[in-house]
């Protein structure tokens, strides 16, 4: 019913950029939100970014002003504009998708993109 597909993770130096795509699809039901999670090795996955579908934005403490997160006009794709990068954002990276459905809001992951940041 729901397909996520992710893109864009991979190995960067302290200081650079990525950007990291989740292409959405789903036969039915209304999206109410999309987003960013991600987990580090011994650690619980904790929110990085999430956008509504009326555009509003959260972000968690540790990347704000440094992450952005938006989509495309369809809303059918979410991106995360990662910049100023530092090793502790090392972390798999999972995209995530509220859709509600006949009075309920189901939760949605992507698979996981790996983003590695060393020199």
């Known amino acids: 019913q729901v397909q996520l597909v992710e893109s864009g993770g991979g190995l960067v130096q302290p200081g650079g950029s990525l950007r990291l795509s989740c292409a959405a699809s789903?036969?039915?039901?209304?999206?109410?939100?999309m987003g960013w999670y991600r987990q580090a090795p011994e650690k619980q996955r904790e929110l990085v970014a999430v956008i509504t579908s009326g555009d509003r934005t959260n972000y968690a403490d540790s990347v704000k002003g440094r992450f952005t997160v938006s989509t495309d006009n369809a809303k059918n794709i979410v991106y995360l504009q990662m910049n100023s990068l530092k090793p502790e954002d090392t972390a798999v990276y999972y995209c995530?998708?509220?859709?509600?459905?006949?009075?309920?809001?189901?939760?949605?992951w992507g698979q996981g993109t790996q983003v590695t940041v060393s020199s």
């Open positions: 789903r036969s039915s039901g209304s999206i109410n939100a």
């Open positions: 995530n998708l509220d859709l509600a459905l006949r009075g309920t809001v189901f939760r949605y």
